[in-house]
């Protein structure tokens, strides 16, 4: 079963950038999946920020479109997030997944981002 | 706006655990799932397309429908099912995941 990775910087300062990358192993970013990015804070809960295909169709969540960019990396075999301008309300787990329709079927173990001046 | 009921749940093992996720408006069967978080993880797949189990999913757990109702069914409760327990719908338009607050289940 593909395994998936985050890493990236734990500390960001406000209103900088928050950059992750999610490596894949046992499989590949062109396999037949969406991959996903989601957080999870105490006070917003699990929250889903968006999702690519590997033919490259994008969805944002709404609330976060204005500054979230996901894109792939197929020669690196890895996906990545960026969120810009970011604020102390951004401070949570963050978590990259791979779904077929509609569910997350696998994810990371999640890498925690706080953002603080 | 999904609604899971109860907020905590507290069983002894062998008790079978039911859990409820309402939805706001009639969603497809297919677009709702169940995942199980234990602290410190990430969230594991239980459930998906409302009733069908992800691999590896012991048939102690159950997932159903009715209506705007959905409910995750737990059999013969383990101290190792304590988690906490959330529903996920998938809307189409626009493409959006949400998750429902969770249901804490404890077995003491």
């Known amino acids: 079963q593909v395994q998936l990775e985050e890493s990236g910087p734990g500390l960001v300062m406000p209103p900088g950038t928050l950059s992750l990358t999610c490596g894949v192993s046992?499989?590949?970013?062109?396999?037949?999946?969406?991959w996903h990015w989601l957080r999870q804070s105490p006070g917003k809960g699990l929250e889903w920020i968006g999702e690519?295909?590997?033919?490259?169709?994008?969805n944002y969540n709404p609330s976060l479109k204005s500054r979230v960019t996901i894109s792939v990396d197929k020669s690196k075999n890895h996906f990545s997030l960026r969120l810009d301008s970011v604020t102390t309300a951004d401070t949570a787990v963050y978590y990259c997944?791979?779904?077929?329709?509609?569910?997350?079927?696998?994810w990371g173990k999640g890498t925690t981002v706080i953002v603080s001046p | 706006v999904l609604t899971l009921s109860p907020g905590t749940l507290s069983l002894s093992p062998g008790d079978r655990a039911t859990l409820s996720c309402r939805t706001s408006?009639?969603?497809?069967?297919?677009?709702l799932a169940w995942y199980q978080q234990k602290p410190g993880q990430a969230p594991r797949l239980l459930i998906y397309a409302a009733s069908t189990r992800a691999p590896g999913i012991p048939d102690r757990f159950s997932g159903s429908m009715s209506g705007t109702d959905f409910t995750l069914a737990i059999s013969r409760l383990e101290p190792e099912d304590s988690a906490m327990y959330y529903c996920?719908?998938?809307?189409?338009?626009?493409?959006?995941?949400?998750f429902g607050q969770g249901t804490k289940l404890e077995i003491k």
């Open positions: 690519m295909f590997r033919s490259g169709a994008i």
């Open positions: 997944a791979g779904g077929g329709l509609y569910s997350l079927q696998v």
């Open positions: 996920q719908r998938y809307d189409r338009s626009p493409p959006m995941y949400t």
């Open positions: 046992d499989g590949s970013v062109t396999d037949d999946k969406w």
């Open positions: 408006e009639t969603v497809s069967s297919t677009y």
